[in-house]
């Protein structure tokens, strides 16, 4: 379910159609629901322990070697099941071979340099001559293409994959047509999650004590191991 979806099914189980307002289709424009929705995806990670400094998240990017590529953006809508605010969590950067005919190997783990570090030891980073990477390194803001680049040194000499070891949470929806892991594989559970915060929010004690228990058994089905899994297993995006 995309957040669209889920807003409507919440609105129609709480009963609650002020919460969203009427545009072009119904219940398009939030009023109230997006909250209780995303206060449901943190109870839920919460409640499985998914915190950001103990989840692991693995990104594998496919990365082609033309045009002197050396950097890589992380773009968040890139991806299937998006981190939020993964650019900022990486931890590891490891480069693996490219041959698309059998399983991509490790080659090796990068090394990772300050900013200032590559700028003294490749000062036309630019221009470098290509080889095979060996150190990684963000890129400053204000001279990225956007805020999540991460750099390799030097410059590809063919073609790899590259892959990220960082943590994070799931990221949070805000368009209509967003969707995420929760929204996509357990959507049933999400919602439960979304209308057991919003009753214990206007104390509807016979409501909650009904929701919480039916919430706590679908919890039980979602293993945490499962979860990172659907997480960290998503399809290669090529660059």
Same mark, same amino acid.
């Given at each position: 379910?995309?957040?669209?979806?889920?807003?409507?099914?919440? /609105?129609? +189980?709480?009963?609650?159609?002020?919460?969203?307002?009427?545009?072009?289709?119904?219940? %398009?424009? !939030?009023?109230? @629901?997006?909250?209780?929705?995303?206060?449901?995806?943190?109870?839920?990670?919460?409640?499985?322990?998914?915190?950001?400094?103990?989840?692991?998240?693995?990104?594998?990017?496919?990365?082609?070697?033309?045009?002197?590529?050396?950097?890589?953006?992380?773009?968040?809508?890139?991806? /299937?099941? +998006?981190?939020?605010?993964?650019?900022?969590?990486?931890k590891k950067v490891w480069l693996? %071979?490219? !041959?698309?005919? @059998?399983?991509?190997?490790?080659?090796?783990?990068?090394?990772?340099?300050?900013?200032?570090?590559?700028?003294?030891?490749y000062p036309d980073y630019l221009n470098e001559d290509v080889d095979e990477p060996i150190y990684w390194t963000f890129r400053p803001s204000q001279l990225a293409i956007n805020d999540r680049d991460i750099i390799l040194m030097p410059p590809i000499d063919q073609n790899y994959r590259v892959e990220f070891w960082g943590t994070g949470r799931t990221r949070k929806l805000s368009a209509n047509i967003d969707t995420n892991l929760w929204g996509d594989k357990y959507p049933l559970v999400l919602l439960e999650a979304a209308k057991y915060c919003f009753f214990m929010l206007y104390s509807m004690d016979a409501k909650d004590n009904s929701c919480k228990s039916r919430l706590d058994d679908l919890i039980r089905n979602v293993d945490n191991n499962t979860v990172e899994f659907e997480i960290s297993n998503k399809e290669e995006a090529v660059i």
């Open positions: 379910m995309n957040l669209l979806t889920l807003r409507q099914s919440f /609105i129609e +189980a709480v009963g609650r159609p002020d919460l969203a307002t009427t545009v072009t289709a119904s219940y %398009d424009t !939030d009023a109230g @629901a997006d909250k209780f929705i995303q206060e449901g995806q943190n109870y839920l990670e919460n409640e499985l322990d998914l915190k950001e400094e103990t989840n692991v998240i693995s990104i594998v990017r496919a990365l082609t070697s033309s045009a002197h590529d050396y950097y890589i953006d992380l773009d968040d809508n890139t991806l /299937i099941y +998006a981190i939020e605010d993964f650019h900022k969590q990486v693996k %071979d490219y !041959d698309s005919t @059998a399983e991509p190997q490790y080659i090796t783990e990068l090394e990772y340099k300050s900013w200032e570090w590559i700028i003294e030891n």
